[in-house]
């Protein structure tokens, strides 16, 4: 059954966006002036908003609460609004965008690194802006749409179902908007959060990159797709909807990928940041690692634990999603060494399949300066540079400056 799991889950996800698309098709009459929208094409509509928001928490809570904002006529309207809608907060949020960009149109003409602070202040805001949305906006926009859905009926059975009907038996003035919310608030949340974790990826993407041309390209590509979403929300809502589901279904297959990139990105942040390296220290054995490459069926950038037994063999034990049962797999000791890095360093090894040198570890960035000592606790032959580092080490010795060469005495 375990095995179906997966594909349960994601079959609950697709309801949450195959119902509003199937209400939102049937003919329906047209609204008049200050009537409430149908309840299929505000179901539809509030899809759209969560999948915008989890693509780009800050860009798509801020335009959001600039058209509810922009949309409200009266004092007394503007007052009602969420907190979102307040334009000091979808203004700073626009001005941090707006920073966001400038930093990535900038960065493509700068050395390569030099914008690495920069990148990683904004993983973290996109971490923080993802976390509220999640717990502060997603379930105000599902308590708007559930009173709209109450207010106008809910798509059962092909029936325009009116609460209003239910008068006949007391029911009239009864307001089921909270069991809509309650129902829907977890589904939509499951369903931000999946989005949110393939498109987070994209900020460690950047954080990863020495080339701010590729940082360029890959925010370029999202912001993109945030536009295409939003203009198709506006064209026909039906089609909006339809490509959420489009979204929805690739970053449930990309969520793997994305959730390891994710938690490689947090504790780079968080090591840098709390400047980890100055207070770290060794353990003995079971140091948290990251898997550097595919190693007998575990993905690149695996979470876990590097441990060494007596005779020296080394075993990576970890947990899947960092709560399933624990495994472990053996580590190859064949030509490794620790390679010292500017933001990080890693451990390489040869990799007999490609009869190459290539890296088999990550080290996260607590490890800088402690390279060595972790040579020494793992038995490893030594320790070499690599990435920026190594290409800095070059260009001072072709320029001259590197270390003296000893002269001979008589």
């Given at each position: 059954m375990k095995r179906f799991a997966p594909f349960v889950a994601l079959l609950g996800v697709l309801c949450f966006f195959a119902v509003p698309l199937w209400a939102a098709s049937n003919p329906a009459p047209k609204a008049k002036d200050g009537e409430v929208p149908s309840a299929g094409l505000e179901l539809a509509k509030t899809a759209t908003q969560i999948t915008g928001v989890a693509i780009?928490?800050?860009?798509?809570?801020?335009?959001?609460?600039?058209?509810?904002?922009?949309?409200?006529?009266?004092?007394?309207?503007?007052?009602?609004?969420?907190?979102?809608?307040?334009?000091l907060v979808w203004v700073c949020g626009f001005l941090l965008v707006g920073a966001s960009?400038?930093?990535?149109?900038?960065?493509?003409?700068?050395?390569?690194?030099?914008?690495?602070?920069?990148?990683?202040?904004?993983?973290?805001?996109?971490?923080?802006?993802?976390?509220?949305?999640?717990?502060?906006?997603?379930?105000?926009?599902?308590?708007?749409?559930?009173?709209?859905?109450?207010?106008?009926?809910?798509?059962?059975a092909g029936l325009d179902l009116h609460l209003g009907n239910l008068a006949m038996v007391?029911?009239?003035?009864?307001?089921?908007?909270?069991?809509?919310?309650?129902?829907?608030?977890?589904l939509a949340i499951a369903v931000h959060v999946v989005v949110w974790i393939a498109s987070h990826a994209i900020n460690v993407l950047i954080l990863l990159s020495p080339w701010g041309a590729v940082d360029a390209a890959l925010k370029g590509a999202r912001t993109a797709l945030l536009g295409t979403l939003t203009a198709l929300a506006f064209i026909d809502p039906v089609v909006g909807a339809t490509l959420s589901v489009v979204i929805v279904v690739l970053a449930y297959f990309l969520s793997g990928w994305a959730f390891r990139l994710t938690t490689f990105g947090t504790v780079f942040c968080w090591d840098f940041f709390t400047a980890r390296r100055r207070r770290f220290q060794l353990l003995a054995d079971g140091n948290k690692v990251f898997l550097g490459r595919k190693l007998d069926?575990?993905?690149?950038?695996?979470?876990?634990?590097?441990?060494?037994?007596?005779?020296?063999?080394?075993?990576?034990?970890?947990?899947?999603?960092?709560?399933?049962?624990?495994?472990?797999?053996?580590?190859?000791?064949?030509?490794?060494?620790?390679?010292?890095?500017?933001?990080?360093s890693e451990v390489l090894g040869h990799n007999t399949a490609t009869d190459k040198i290539e890296t088999l570890l990550l080290l996260p960035p607590r490890y800088l300066g402690h390279e060595e000592l972790f040579a020494r606790t793992y038995h490893i032959s030594g320790t070499c540079e690599v990435g920026l580092r190594k290409a800095w080490s070059w260009l001072k010795e072709a320029l001259g400056f590197g270390r003296k060469s000893a002269v001979a005495t008589a």
């Amino acid at each position: 059954m375990k095995r179906f799991a997966p594909f349960v889950a994601l079959l609950g996800v697709l309801c949450f966006f195959a119902v509003p698309l199937w209400a939102a098709s049937n003919p329906a009459p047209k609204a008049k002036d200050g009537e409430v929208p149908s309840a299929g094409l505000e179901l539809a509509k509030t899809a759209t908003q969560i999948t915008g928001v989890a693509i780009s928490p800050l860009l798509g809570v801020s335009a959001i609460g600039c058209y509810d904002w922009w949309r409200a006529s009266t004092p007394a309207e503007k007052a009602a609004l969420p907190w979102f809608a307040n334009p000091l907060v979808w203004v700073c949020g626009f001005l941090l965008v707006g920073a966001s960009a400038a930093k990535d149109a900038f960065g493509a003409a700068t050395p390569p690194g030099w914008k690495k602070p920069l990148d990683v202040l904004e993983t973290v805001e996109n971490k923080v802006s993802g976390l509220v949305a999640t717990g502060a906006v997603i379930p105000v926009l599902v308590s708007a749409a559930s009173k709209v859905m109450a207010a106008r009926g809910t798509p059962t059975a092909g029936l325009d179902l009116h609460l209003g009907n239910l008068a006949m038996v007391h029911l009239g003035a009864m307001d089921f908007s909270w069991l809509l919310t309650l129902l829907m608030v977890p589904l939509a949340i499951a369903v931000h959060v999946v989005v949110w974790i393939a498109s987070h990826a994209i900020n460690v993407l950047i954080l990863l990159s020495p080339w701010g041309a590729v940082d360029a390209a890959l925010k370029g590509a999202r912001t993109a797709l945030l536009g295409t979403l939003t203009a198709l929300a506006f064209i026909d809502p039906v089609v909006g909807a339809t490509l959420s589901v489009v979204i929805v279904v690739l970053a449930y297959f990309l969520s793997g990928w994305a959730f390891r990139l994710t938690t490689f990105g947090t504790v780079f942040c968080w090591d840098f940041f709390t400047a980890r390296r100055r207070r770290f220290q060794l353990l003995a054995d079971g140091n948290k690692v990251f898997l550097g490459r595919k190693l007998d069926g575990v993905p690149l950038r695996t979470y876990g634990r590097l441990h060494q037994a007596a005779d020296g063999a080394l075993t990576f034990k970890f947990r899947p999603w960092l709560v399933l049962k624990q495994r472990e797999i053996a580590v190859p000791r064949e030509g490794i060494v620790v390679g010292r890095g500017v933001f990080y360093s890693e451990v390489l090894g040869h990799n007999t399949a490609t009869d190459k040198i290539e890296t088999l570890l990550l080290l996260p960035p607590r490890y800088l300066g402690h390279e060595e000592l972790f040579a020494r606790t793992y038995h490893i032959s030594g320790t070499c540079e690599v990435g920026l580092r190594k290409a800095w080490s070059w260009l001072k010795e072709a320029l001259g400056f590197g270390r003296k060469s000893a002269v001979a005495t008589a």
